[in-house]
């Protein structure tokens, strides 16, 4: 089993920054990539960006594509997720989840940490 506890959420007015990380512990030699996902009341969970544990690998929404960074620093096991011009629409909570799988559906990641709130007010 991987343990993952996501920080660094908060109340940030348009256009600021703030910067999430997720702390994975346990078993992570038994995930190949850790993603952030994003959910509001009444919708289904978003995908947001996913990187694999070597780095080799990211993806990104196309609604976060060129705002957002998904870096990892191994000797932590903690991803990170650096949050640009944030908007809004950005308002959710934050997850992050641990898989093998590199894809964007968040039934396809076994691991799920607790959630942090952001909050984008205009």
């Known amino acids: 089993q991987v343990q993952l506890v996501e920080s660094g959420g908060g109340l940030v007015q348009a256009g600021g920054s703030l910067r999430l990380s997720c702390a994975a512990s346990?078993?992570?030699?038994?995930?190949?990539?850790v993603g952030w996902f994003r959910q509001t009341p009444g919708k289904e969970r978003e995908f947001v960006a996913t990187?694999?544990?070597?780095?080799?690998?990211?993806n990104y929404a196309d609604s976060v594509k060129g705002r957002f960074t998904i870096s990892r620093d191994n000797a932590k096991s903690t991803v990170y997720l650096q949050m640009n011009s944030l908007q809004p629409d950005d308002t959710a909570v934050y997850y992050c989840?641990?898989?093998?799988?590199?894809?964007?559906?968040?039934?396809?990641?076994?691991?799920w940490g607790q959630g942090t709130q952001v909050t984008v007010s205009s």
């Open positions: 989840a641990a898989g093998w799988k590199a894809t964007k559906r968040a039934d396809d990641f076994g691991s």
């Open positions: 346990g078993r992570t030699s038994s995930t190949n990539v």
């Open positions: 990187v694999n544990w070597s780095g080799s690998y990211t």
